[in-house]
């Protein structure tokens, strides 16, 4: 199987402030592992060009325009208590989303089976008119409109195993059909939303609350509904919004997993992807502030995609 990684330089540029845990290093250890497996099955591209009408799917334009406004010329500027941008800010956003359209393209037009996204900043937490918890555009939820939009797909599934809960995603997404948003994640935690009984307007949201202590068979038996979700609703495309730290060692939560276990994940949801969609999925960085832990763990991920 060919994967990608889409990924470019510009994300270094997208300076948080000294301290803050995201960070420009995540990034950076990913890529310096990844570039260590020589495959000629694993392949690299950067992100094109394209329409900015995408962001407006997700994104209300007054908050665009707010967005585009806030960049600074020099220094940083705070769209809320920990999400920060700097004048490269204005590329790396852009280059997040353009990662996950290039993708989709690729895996589309088979020029490879599936792809993952290593870039910054993160995206689950943008909502549709705020930015939150370190991300600004909703990089995910432009990349499910973009193939609902360019490629007329009828049903998308978002799975989202950062222990965070995407917010952002379940917001733009609540009323709609086509997309299906699957969360496991830390509860109650931050950011408070994911409760089991947010459903969505048509029943297209499924919250797999996670208690913390959770360790590696209580979460991955947890995935057991998931999976159940997914035969139900028959997506034709997976988009994963891959979140890290639910690793034991990460700083900005409680879960319990190890790095191998993101091996089993991937393994598990790629098996259903191909029943389900021809394998069709692509992966974008989301959250992970330990820089072993997120190096090691992306590591497992990507092996798991090559072998799929």
């Known amino acids: 199987m060919k994967t990608c990684i889409l990924t470019t330089d510009t994300y270094l540029n997208h300076n948080t402030g000294h301290g803050h845990p995201e960070r420009a290093d995540r990034v950076t250890v990913v890529i310096d592992h990844l570039k260590k497996i020589k495959s000629k099955n694993l392949i690299w591209k950067k992100p094109t060009k394209f329409d900015l009408k995408y962001l407006e799917y997700a994104h209300d334009k007054n ?27 204005k590329d790396a956003t852009k280059d997040a989303v353009g ?120 979460f991955l038996n947890a995935y057991e509904s998931i999976f159940k979700k997914l035969k139900t609703f028959k997506p034709e495309f997976i988009l994963l919004s891959a979140g890290f730290d639910a690793h034991k060692d ?30 069709k999925v692509v992966s974008i960085l989301e959250g992970g502030y330990d820089l072993n832990a997120l190096k090691e763990s992306v590591d497992f991920h990507i092996r798991s995609m090559m072998e799929s």
């Open 99 to 218: 990662s996950i359209l290039t993708a989709i393209d690729g895996v589309i037009k088979k020029d490879f089976n599936n792809a993952f996204c290593a870039v910054r900043p993160p995206g689950h937490h943008a909502e549709k008119q705020k930015a939150m918890g370190f991300c600004v555009y909703n990089n995910v939820a432009v990349g499910a409109y973009y193939l609902l939009e360019k490629y007329k797909l009828k049903k998308v599934a978002i799975i989202d195993f950062d222990v965070h809960h995407g917010n952002g995603t379940q917001d733009i997404f609540y009323d709609n059909e086509k997309v299906l948003y699957i969360s496991s994640h830390q509860y109650p935690y931050y950011p408070g939303s994911g409760a089991a009984n947010e459903k969505g307007n048509k029943d297209n949201v499924l919250n797999v609350p996670l208690s913390a202590g959770t360790q590696t068979h209580e």
């Open 63 to 89: 908050y665009l325009d707010n967005v585009k406004d806030s960049f600074p010329k020099q220094g940083l500027n705070f769209l809320d208590g920990d999400t920060i941008v700097s004048p490269g800010s």
């Open 250 to 279: 990460d700083p900005l939560a409680q879960i319990n997993l190890e790095s191998k276990d993101y091996y089993t994940l991937t393994k598990r949801i790629l098996s259903i992807a191909k029943e389900l969609c021809g394998g």
